[in-house]
């Protein structure tokens, strides 16, 4: 490409200064462009518009508003800012690469050498300089901050080398002032998941760096590498916010510390862990905005949030949420604590951890270090007069029989249990030692509970379904009950909905998640059969008679509602 020879054809440039600009770039060793725009003989927008016609390559005209972490991360600042080369969004999985110089053979080449190495596809923008440097900027202002804190440490500690001879800093003054870099290095952390809408943040020490990762919508994304100089100042520093022991560092210790964000509380929980590496920190972000959930915004198709409502207004029984843990068991529960959350009513609860503080309500902190057990708690419990119980999960034979004694004397029992689906909720309970003529009595609702991402609203792309999608969906939909086929009506032709990626959802596709569920309620018919064959396969046949929603049913209905994608719902749902 001559740009030079082009930019004479329009009139853009004369003979003379096309001399003058290749005098100056032997002599200062700068590109055409540079000194094209240094020497103002041209507007930049208008240089690059040119230049984005003769290379045949989109132009990039305006900074992103925002761009994820994770495309950031992909190609390390120093490599940007040498090769003017940057990662600028995803599309459809291949990653859209800026270049101020896209016909740099080096730049081209270490492109190449970063996509192997990190595993992406790409293509190629053209970017001006100032868009450049405007999206240079963009990678993580926590990044920067963290930087600035960095090398204010760095200059504490010198500072402290230098006057080690002469004397020792042992005051209040001293220690602060070293602290504060490390500091506002948790802060800067901390906020970044509050504002990102992180539900946790993992601090793991590597081999030769501090990684930082933030869950957002259920997956973990790498957002920050750290020196693995500043780990200790890091986990102790953490340590102190939650009230743990700073020097010991063998054994997990748990915690939690809160603050307030935009005129509202935050908790954070922190887990402790040694690794071969050094101690790793888990840190669960509580944000009641997150954790209070209206019963209606669970994501519960409509039947079933009757069916929910229908139960906590019966006296006594017991409402179990079963799932793999972070599918939001406790959310539910919390949602229905809050519908029973009465002034007329005692309600306590004994969990472990205690998620979230809610008003109102007796929450008890399990504490098996003093031998406060789920069992001697439940024991506790019942003499508080209760009349609604939670328990944060059944874990044994001993809690399990508690738990049925205390729905079976007139309780409304709250509790989670781990089994694969709702159907699995009967034979684990009798697996646990409750005999079957119990389960009838006490057992009120069985709920099943998957969490799935829903697609960005901003970037969805609407498309035909496959045969095999459409098969798929069909299939499901015929199982459903005759008069949920009537209101759930499978449209012709079929349109679903894929992730594209956008800013407004850091370029995933998705942005925020909800349920998707099966609720099995206990029927008479279904008490006479535990009588006879307790079996999940018997328990199977009951529910389909019962007409309950499977969870993947439920998934694929808000699939073809255009709120998650089909992929999703084969990602977390299982087949029934």
Same mark, same amino acid.
């Given at each position: 490409?001559? %740009?030079?020879?082009?930019? /004479?054809?329009? @009139?853009? $440039?004369?003979?003379? *200064?096309?001399? +003058?600009?290749?005098? !100056?770039?032997?002599?200062s ?27 045949d ?61 990190s ?6 923008f %053209?970017?001006?300089?100032? /868009?450049?440097? @405007?999206? $240079?900027?963009?990678? *993580?202002?926590? +990044?920067?901050?963290? !930087?600035?804190?960095?090398e ?37 952390i ?5 504002e ?12 030769d ?38 020097d ?14 935009q ?65 939001g ?7 229905l ?49 209760p ?7 059944i ?10 004694h ?33 389960v ?23 498309v ?11 299939k ?6 005759t ?5 759930y009506?499978?449209?012709?032709p ?38 006879k ?14 007409e ?29």
């Amino acid at each position: 490409m001559d %740009l030079l020879k082009v930019l /004479v054809q329009k @009139g853009k $440039l004369n003979q003379k *200064q096309v001399q +003058e600009i290749n005098e !100056k770039v032997v002599d200062s060793g700068q590109r055409v462009e540079e000194v094209i725009i240094a020497e103002k003989l041209m507007a930049e927008a208008d240089l690059f518009q040119i230049k984005s016609e003769i290379l045949d390559l989109p132009l990039i005209s305006e900074v992103p508003k925002s761009i994820s972490s994770d495309i950031l991360s992909l190609i390390p600042r120093d490599s940007a800012e040498h090769y003017y080369l940057i990662p600028i969004g995803r599309k459809d999985e291949i990653v859209e690469i800026g270049m101020v110089y896209p016909q740099d053979i080096q730049a081209r080449e270490a492109l190449k050498f970063l996509s192997r190495r990190s595993g992406f596809d790409y293509n190629i923008f %053209l970017v001006s300089p100032s /868009v450049f440097r @405007g999206i $240079l900027d963009k990678y *993580q202002t926590a +990044e920067r901050e963290v !930087k600035e804190a960095l090398e204010s440490l760095e200059d504490e500690l010198e500072k402290e080398r230098g006057e080690l001879s002469l004397k020792v800093d042992t005051s209040e003054a001293g220690r602060t002032m070293e602290q504060a870099p490390v500091i506002k290095m948790v802060a800067v952390i901390l906020r970044e998941a509050v504002e990102g809408r992180a539900s946790d943040v993992h601090i793991e020490p590597m081999q030769d760096k501090l990684r930082v990762r933030f869950r957002l919508d259920g997956m973990l994304h790498s957002s920050l590498f750290l020196p693995l100089k500043v780990h200790a100042a890091v986990i102790s520093r953490l340590k102190i916010l939650a009230h743990l022991k700073i020097d010991e560092t063998r054994i997990p210790q748990d915690g939690r510390f809160s603050t307030r964000f935009q005129s509202r509380r935050i908790d954070f929980r922190i887990s402790t862990l040694p690794t071969t590496q050094g101690e790793k920190a888990a840190i669960r972000v509580l944000d009641p905005e997150q954790g209070f959930a209206d019963i209606s915004k669970l994501g519960a198709l409509p039947e079933q949030e009757a069916i929910l409502k229908e139960a906590i207004k019966m006296p006594f029984g017991m409402i179990l949420a079963t799932g793999p843990t972070g599918s939001g068991k406790t959310t539910t529960l919390y949602s229905l604590l809050r519908l029973l959350n009465q002034e007329e009513s005692n309600v306590v609860t004994l969990e472990d951890p205690v998620e979230y503080f809610i008003e109102g309500v007796n929450q008890s902190q399990i504490r098996p270090e003093i031998n406060y057990s789920f069992i001697r708690g439940l024991r506790q419990l019942v003499r508080q007069d209760p009349d609604v119980i939670m328990v944060g999960e059944i874990r044994d034979d001993e809690t399990a029989s508690l738990a049925v004694h205390a729905a079976l004397t007139g309780h409304i029992l709250l509790s989670t249990l781990h089994t694969n689906n709702a159907v699995g909720v009967i034979p684990r309970l009798i697996d646990m030692g409750i005999d079957p003529f119990l389960v009838g009595p006490t057992l009120r609702l069985a709920i099943a509970q998957r969490l799935v991402r829903c697609l960005c609203p901003e970037c969805k792309k609407k498309v035909i379904a496959t045969d095999a999608q459409r098969e798929l969906i069909a299939k499901h939909y015929q199982a459903l009950p005759t008069h949920l086929q009537k209101k759930y009506v499978l449209p012709d032709p079929l349109y679903i909905y894929q992730p594209v990626g956008c800013e407004a959802c850091n370029f995933s596709g998705y942005k925020g998640r909800l349920g998707v569920f099966e609720v099995l309620k206990m029927t008479d018919n279904l008490a006479d059969i535990l009588l006879k064959d307790t079996s999940e396969e018997k328990v199977a046949q009951e529910a389909e008679r019962q007409e309950m929603i499977t969870m993947r049913q439920s998934g694929l209905i808000r699939v073809v509602e255009g709120l998650t994608s089909i992929e999703e719902i084969l990602r977390t749902t299982v087949d029934s």
